[in-house]
């Protein structure tokens, strides 16, 4: 089941896309749970505490109060990470939106049901390969599936390596960096210390010797790590837009 918001305050676009949307589905055989909201304050305030329960929020860049573009922004700062689809009447609002990571727009006033498709199905695409991002880690105990996406950096202290997720909490795993590393490495995850590794998805900034996560976390970079971490950095920023 792929969970979809759909926001607008103007009932007539409401209803249409709603109704476009199910029709997709139906006709791709996609199985999808939709809510729909009428304003920015009421979608924030429903994801407030799940926001990654929902896999693709459909808002609307102009509305009253809470606009489209700051209600994408507080999700991201609430900790959501699935996909963002702008409705919009013009694409000049594209440049304000670039902090949100939208993944696409759709231009309201054409109705364009081409380019809604073509949006729909990427989208789902997407989704999937977004669910599919996760490794088994097996120990003589106990063999257990992570889910990566949620995943903001990964310690390593003694004999334990610990995991940091978006909400707060913490999961220990009995394994090594080393090989969770190598197994890692080709989501997005690079290694930039001795005892951590960070998901590049919530890097904000970094220089030689630290790298600032978007949730205010602060992580060291170790001088055996310097001089590739940029080059890694990017490689892996540029094989994310080629994809």
Same mark, same amino acid.
């Given at each position: 089941m792929?969970? /979809?918001c759909l926001c607008d305050d103007d009932l007539n676009y409401l209803n249409y896309y709603s109704t476009k949307i199910n029709e997709l589905a139906d006709i791709y055989h996609i199985p999808i749970m939709m809510e729909t909201y009428?304003?920015?304050?009421?979608l924030t305030f429903e994801l407030e505490d799940?926001?990654?329960?929902?896999?693709i929020v459909i808002i609307d860049i102009i509305m009253k109060k809470l606009n489209g573009i700051e209600a994408g922004q507080l999700l991201r700062k609430f900790g959501y990470t699935g996909i963002i689809i702008f409705l919009t009447s013009s694409k000049e609002y594209?440049?304000?939106s670039f902090s949100v990571e939208p993944f696409n727009?759709? /231009?309201?006033d054409l109705r364009d049901e081409e380019?809604?498709?073509?949006?729909?199905?990427r989208a789902m695409m997407e989704v999937e390969k977004k669910r599919k991002k996760s490794i088994m880690i097996s120990s003589k105990q106990t063999n257990k599936l992570i889910k990566l996406d949620n995943i903001l950096y990964i310690e390593s202290i003694g004999k334990k390596v610990i995991l940091y997720n978006l909400s707060g909490e913490k999961e220990e795993l009995n394994t090594t960096l080393n090989s969770l590393a190598e197994k890692i490495n080709e989501y997005g995850f690079i290694r930039c210390h001795k005892s951590y590794i960070v998901n590049t998805t919530y890097i904000s900034s970094f220089n030689k010797s630290?790298?600032?996560l978007k949730q205010g976390i602060t992580i060291p970079i170790g001088r055996k790590y310097s001089s590739t971490f940029k080059e890694n950095y990017l490689k892996n920023e540029l094989d994310h837009i080629l994809l």
């Open positions: 792929i969970n /979809i009428t304003s920015g304050e009421s799940n926001p990654n329960r929902i896999d594209a440049l304000d727009y759709l /231009i309201k380019q809604l498709k073509g949006t729909f199905l630290e790298c600032s």
